[in-house]
């Protein structure tokens, strides 16, 4: 019973780890039609800005109880030196290529990212264990886990429950799905495509940045850190259904379930289960358990 | 006038000839250059028909373990020995995923070659008797029961391997012009009139899903018995990554096109991680980037020649 306990507990803080992190991509393919592979390096920027920041904020002194904001402004400040200029600069002109085409393009994104992020943060390892520790820990069933990981599990709420809100309760919401659906007809209608395009680009790497200085306090900050990241979170928004919110939020907590269930109880399979998830899914329903209606078009 | 051919005899004596004059480097280079181009060559028939595999590295991995396989446990080193059962390994097993993958287009095909790829990838780092993510040594290649010495093993892989591939290549040529092969174009085009023409687009694909596979098998028991050692990492996406770059510098007008690209890549992997290991994966991006954009069809698109 304890350890039963002990998955779903382990898989819920997974779920909401493996939620913040695909939520970017769910909704990048959502309204453009990419799959998104400079996600893993938005991942690792964020990762790499928020643990040399939070480094250079804790070692002048100031007070450890601000470093989850430094954390955030960390996500922020790395994407909007990035997102902007990629989106602007070089996808915008490839929107009318095949998707496909447009994966490549972004892997080629991807690799230079990769080795940007190595140009200006070198290759040693970043720690910051600080924000980790300062929370202290809980116990479940004689087990201590760490307060901050409850932290994840309120962003992915805070995230995706925001998001959601937005899409359906405020105005520009209910553009972006006019967009979602049918960008041409949006355009006709008045409505700024391109600059959808551009906003949603930069706030799903935003959040691939934010759960990349969020983790980065619990791992050391390596090259090569995004790299994990993207086959994982591909396999989160394919399961649900690409573009899919609810879906997204689905797909982590199958594979956060799943991933801790075989962890406790068959370690062999851990990696093996997830992607065994992903190709059941696409061999029976390749759209994703969440998937929704394809608008017809004349 | 058939070009392609000849083209293939000519590289293929000029391999085997200059080879005792190469150094060893220079011989290790061309071989995995030939192991590569094999996968990519196969790419390229899926790429024919807009077919992007991001998972190819499967069947790449699935021919080094096979051929590690028989060193391990069956004690065979024999190069011609390891190659016949790496491609045939992959060959059955994409003969069997096949039938769900010809269904598949666009992004989900890709998607789904990605998962299985990665499916074999959690296996074989969790498995014990394979090495788990240290994979193991292969035994030091045999050429028909004779023991090359330690100078002539390299050429004897090398020579070997030009073999394999202009054989391969010359098959692939053929095929491309059989009715079937020439479907291809076609079904990137348009694939309901593909049907109409009462062709079946799904039968077309798992051919070329299968013939791919097979020629990554190979090409991955050649590299395993070239580089001596094969981990899990020959299955993770980032070696399909790097499939999916020769292909596409390549591009699809020739036979010799992956080759020639393999070769170009082992040359800049080699020289620009010298040079400077922290960017040479920027000058493959940005290269990468180049093509897509202004050069579509690939560096040898230009040469008119099929």
Redesign the interface.
């Known amino acids: 019973m304890d350890q039963l306990l002990a998955v779903v507990v382990d898989g819920v803080i997974y779920s909401a780890w493996l939620f913040i992190a695909a939520l970017g991509l769910t909704l990048i393919y959502g309204v453009m039609k990419i799959v998104n592979v400079t996600h893993g390096s938005f991942y690792a920027l964020g990762a790499y800005a928020g643990a040399s920041l939070t480094g250079f904020w804790l070692a002048r002194g100031y007070p450890a109880a601000l470093s989850y904001v430094v954390l955030f402004v960390a996500a922020v400040l790395a994407t909007l030196v990035f997102a902007p200029a990629i989106e602007r600069g070089i996808l915008r002109f490839m929107y009318a290529k095949d998707e496909v085409v447009i994966l490549l393009i972004t892997y080629a994104l991807f690799l230079i990212l990769e080795d940007v992020i190595k140009l200006i943060w070198g290759v040693n390892p970043y720690f910051i264990a600080e924000p980790y520790a300062l929370l202290g820990s809980f116990e479940v069933a004689g087990m201590a886990y760490p307060t901050y990981n409850l932290l994840l599990v309120a962003l992915a709420i805070v995230f995706g429950g925001g998001l959601a809100w937005f899409l359906t309760g405020t105005r520009n919401g209910k553009l972006l799905r006019a967009v979602i659906h049918d960008p041409e007809v949006s355009r006709a209608m008045g409505v700024n495509v391109g600059r959808f395009y551009l906003v949603t680009f930069t706030f799903g790497s935003l959040l691939a940045a934010l759960a990349g200085s969020y983790t980065a306090p619990t791992v050391s900050v390596v090259p090569g850190l995004g790299v994990e990241i993207i086959v994982l979170s591909f396999a989160v928004v394919v399961i649900g259904g690409l573009g899919s919110l609810p879906g997204a939020a689905l797909g982590a907590v199958i594979v956060g379930i799943v991933r801790s269930l075989s962890v406790h109880y068959l370690p062999q399979v851990e990696l093996f289960v997830i992607y065994f998830v992903m190709a059941m899914v696409l061999a029976l329903r390749p759209r994703g358990l969440f998937s929704l209606e394809e608008p017809r078009k004349i | 006038m058939k070009r392609t051919p000849l083209a293939l005899a000519a590289i293929l004596v000029v391999v085997l000839a200059a080879g005792p004059w190469l150094p060893q480097w220079a011989m290790f280079i061309v071989t995995v250059a030939f192991a590569r181009g094999l996968v990519a060559l196969g790419l390229m028939l899926l790429l024919r028909a ?1 077919l ?1 595999s ?1 998972g190819q590295a499967l069947y790449f991995c699935l021919g080094a373990y096979a051929a590690g396989a028989l060193g391990r446990f069956l004690g065979v080193s024999d190069i011609v020995l390891e190659m016949l059962a790496g491609g045939a390994v992959a060959a059955l097993a994409a003969f069997v995923l096949g039938f ?1 993958l010809a269904r ?1 287009r ?3 095909f ?3 070659s ?3 790829s ?2 074999l ?3 074989l ?3 014990e008797a394979l090495g788990s993510t240290d994979g193991f040594n292969i035994l030091r290649s045999t050429l028909f029961g004779i023991r090359p010495s330690a100078d002539w093993v390299r050429y004897a892989v090398m020579a070997t391997a030009a073999v394999v591939a202009v054989g391969a290549a010359l098959v692939v040529d053929r095929y491309l012009q059989t009715p079937l092969g020439r479907l291809a174009p076609a079904i990137k085009d348009n694939e309901i009139r593909v049907e109409y023409m009462g062709a079946s687009a799904r039968y077309a694909v798992h051919v070329k899903y299968v013939i791919a596979a097979a020629l990554a098998g190979i090409g991955g028991a050649l590299a395993a018995t070239t580089v001596g050692h094969i981990d899990p990492d020959m299955a993770y ?2 070696t399909s ?1 790097e499939f ?1 770059f020769i292909a ?1 510098l390549g591009g699809t007008s020739n036979v010799i096109a992956p080759f020639a690209a393999a070769l170009l890549y082992g040359l800049i992997h080699t020289t620009a991680y010298d040079l400077s290991p ?5 000058s ?3 290269a ?2 180049l093509l ?1 954009v202004f050069l579509p069809q690939g560096l040898f698109g230009r040469f008119g020649w099929r």
């Open positions: 807009g992007v991001f769900l598949y666009g992004i989900f890709g998607l789904l990605l998962a299985l990665m499916i990838y959690g296996l780092v969790k498995n996406w980032t990554g999916i596409i922290n960017t040479w994966q920027m493959l991006g940005i990468l980037l897509i």
